[in-house]
């Protein structure tokens, strides 16, 4: 218990508070507040405030990591004294990502260290031999103490180092056991300071919550330079590598991977991988050109409506954001005179590629025409637009080659915004509103229900 009269303060979300509560008003987090400490005064640094253009930006060169996707996540490799923080479900690959990972970049050199705190040492061996991955350079240890794991990194000096996973590492000198608030958030900082001392690159493997948080403090995110994100079904193969913050560069860039007996492999043409199982002829299906960073990806659009009976029906979207589901099925109703209001919609994306940007609208309004209406989309037809309030088509960034990507995969006929520019070898139908893009592809005769 704090003493009294002594301030507490939220790690998580910094909610001050007078007096020790188990739980932040603020933000919920368990276990968060401590003591503020208080104004510091003046005290003495060797750092110098200097003019921008005279700092030396090499401390900010990359190391590729031989993971062709996860190099494109991170904007061209590591940087030298960051932190990573990777999450993701239980069977995703994490252990195997940064395995491989590991093996490519261990060279003369160029030491690499990974602390196993959940496997034995001779269990990352197996996964190493099946990986083809047993570098000289490529140092483990199963480990769970925190000044056990400086200890080993001093003693090496790595150029990069793996600790899997921050929830299981402890400092026998604090409180709390390992995978507490206090013991996780104190080892991340911990962990943090190591790696700008030493120049070192650091990658945490982060235990995810049933909500897919990471688990631990909020303040765990907060100190680190990059958090990505492993996602995928255990029952599948295919792997997406996100970036949810990144000091060093944007966070859009999406990797491709497939899990395989040897370990993951990039994905060399996903659009091609996501379309592979459509079917010829279905109503509700519309393929789209969505941008992911840099990436051009044609992806499949499924919407299906049900007459409903119920008083309120349903809306369901999977990688759609509900909201904008609620507001194209408004602008059907309102400007195409296409009603959902007495039926259940269903809207999803095959291959379980999220559609955060708005060039997916059009898509999605067709395919939701089209599924009430039961005329299907001829298949050689791609769809890519934003729709906005009043109805009309309004243009995308690299539209131009989004258009490209269909026409590479064999797509002849694009319906677009009126400004498309021309591309060689397929016909473009500008359209102006939804209702002639209803028109253009399901028929005419959409809108009069």
Do not use: N
């Not at 998580?12 to 510091?40: D, F, I, N, T, Y």
């Not at 991955?133 to 080993?152: K, Q």
């Not at 100190?223 to 255990?234: A, M």
């Not at 999605?364 to 906005?388: F, H, K």
Request: aromatic share 2%.
């Amino acid at each position: 218990m704090p003493r009294t009269g002594v301030r507490l303060r939220c790690i998580a979300c910094g909610h001050e508070s007078a007096q020790w509560l188990g739980r932040c008003p603020s933000c919920g987090e368990w276990g968060s507040l401590v003591e503020a400490s208080a104004s510091a005064s003046v005290a003495a640094t060797d750092a110098v405030p200097v003019p921008i253009a005279e700092v030396d930006g090499l401390g900010a060169a990359r190391m590729p990591t031989g993971v062709g996707e996860l190099d494109r996540v991170l904007g061209g490799g590591l940087v030298a004294g960051s932190v990573t923080l990777l999450g993701g479900e239980p069977g995703m690959g994490k252990s195997t990502l940064l395995l491989q990972a590991l093996g490519a970049m261990a060279a003369p050199g160029r030491r690499v260290l990974l602390v196993s705190a959940e496997e034995s040492a001779a269990q990352v061996r197996l996964r190493a031999d099946r990986l083809g991955t047993l570098a000289p350079d490529l140092f483990v240890v199963s480990e769970t103490s925190l000044p056990a794991i400086a200890g080993h990194v001093a003693e090496l000096a790595p150029s990069v180092c793996v600790i899997d996973s921050i929830q299981t590492v402890h400092d026998p000198d604090a409180s709390g056991a390992a995978g507490s608030v206090t013991q996780v958030r104190d080892g991340a900082q911990a962990v943090v300071r190591l790696a700008k001392a030493r120049g070192m690159a650091v990658l945490l493997v982060g235990h995810v919550t049933k909500d897919g948080g990471i688990a631990g403090p909020r303040a765990l995110e907060h100190v680190v330079d990059t958090v990505l994100s492993f996602e995928g079904d255990r029952h599948h193969e295919l792997r997406m590598l996100r970036a949810l913050k990144h000091r060093f560069g944007p966070t859009d860039e999406l990797g491709l991977l497939r899990m395989t007996g040897e370990g993951l492999i990039a994905v060399d043409d996903p659009s091609a991988l996501f379309l592979a199982d459509r079917r010829s002829g279905a109503t509700g299906s519309v393929v789209t050109c969505t941008m992911e960073g840099s990436r051009p990806l044609c992806v499949e659009v499924q919407a299906l409506v049900s007459d409903s009976g119920a008083p309120v029906p349903r809306r369901v979207a999977r990688a759609v954001e509900p909201t904008r589901l609620a507001m194209l099925l408004a602008v059907l109703h309102e400007r195409a005179r296409v009603a959902f209001d007495r039926a259940d919609v269903y809207v999803s994306v095959a291959g379980g590629v999220r559609l955060a940007e708005p060039g997916a609208d059009l898509a999605v309004s067709v395919a939701l025409a089209g599924a009430r209406s039961g005329c299907p989309v001829p298949d050689d037809t791609v769809v890519i637009g934003e729709v906005g309030l009043g109805g009309e088509v309004r243009q995308v960034p690299h539209l131009a080659r989004r258009i490209s990507e269909a026409q590479r995969l064999g797509f002849r006929r694009a319906v677009v915004p009126p400004s498309a520019p021309p591309v060689a070898g397929i016909e473009l139908v500008p359209v102006d509103d939804l209702s002639s893009a209803l028109r253009a592809t399901v028929g005419a005769s959409v809108g009069d229900g």
